[in-house]
């Protein structure tokens, strides 16, 4: 499957976006939060650094989102059982999330208080 067409690709990717949007609440979730972002700066309308940091912001965020999804999806598929390993590379994975939410969070103070 190594050397697929671009086109091919991008609809593998855009399939993935679908299967986490319907399979994932917290996905859904931080998308909404997303467009509630992109909704205050139609309304702020600030500079266009604000607009480059938010949009990267929430990019991150769906990044990390993803990527858990991604990696909880492959762990339950490989092994169903519970195992403490499995715990622990779901709990770094939802670390990362916890990371870029609180990024995230930070980014909209300093926005506010700009
Ligand atoms: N197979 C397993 N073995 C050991 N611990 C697990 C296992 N699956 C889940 N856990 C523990 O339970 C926590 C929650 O796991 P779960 O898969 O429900 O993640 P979640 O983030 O709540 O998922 P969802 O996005 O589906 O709500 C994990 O972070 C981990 O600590």
């Given at each position: 499957?190594?050397?697929?067409?671009?086109?091919?690709?991008?609809?593998?990717?855009?399939?993935?976006?679908?299967?986490?949007?319907?399979?994932?609440?917290?996905?859904?979730?931080?998308?909404?939060?997303?467009?509630g972002v992109i909704l205050?700066?139609?309304?702020?309308?600030?500079?266009?650094?604000?607009?480059?940091?938010?949009?990267?912001?929430?990019?991150?965020?769906?990044?990390?989102?993803?990527?858990?999804?991604?990696?909880?999806?492959?762990?339950?598929?490989?092994?169903?059982?519970?195992?403490?390993?499995?715990?622990?590379?779901?709990?770094?994975?939802?670390?990362?999330?916890?990371?870029a939410a609180i990024a995230?969070?930070?980014?909209?103070?300093?926005?506010?208080?700009?």
């Amino acid at each position: 499957m190594k050397g697929q067409a671009f086109n091919k690709r991008l609809r593998f990717a855009l399939q993935g976006l679908y299967v986490a949007f319907c399979r994932e609440h917290s996905v859904r979730a931080h998308l909404l939060a997303g467009s509630g972002v992109i909704l205050v700066l139609l309304m702020t309308r600030p500079p266009a650094i604000w607009w480059a940091i938010a949009i990267l912001t929430v990019g991150v965020v769906l990044m990390a989102e993803l990527l858990n999804a991604a990696l909880e999806t492959l762990a339950d598929h490989l092994h169903p059982e519970q195992h403490p390993e499995i715990g622990a590379a779901k709990d770094i994975a939802a670390g990362a999330v916890l990371i870029a939410a609180i990024a995230a969070a930070m980014v909209a103070v300093a926005f506010w208080l700009r």
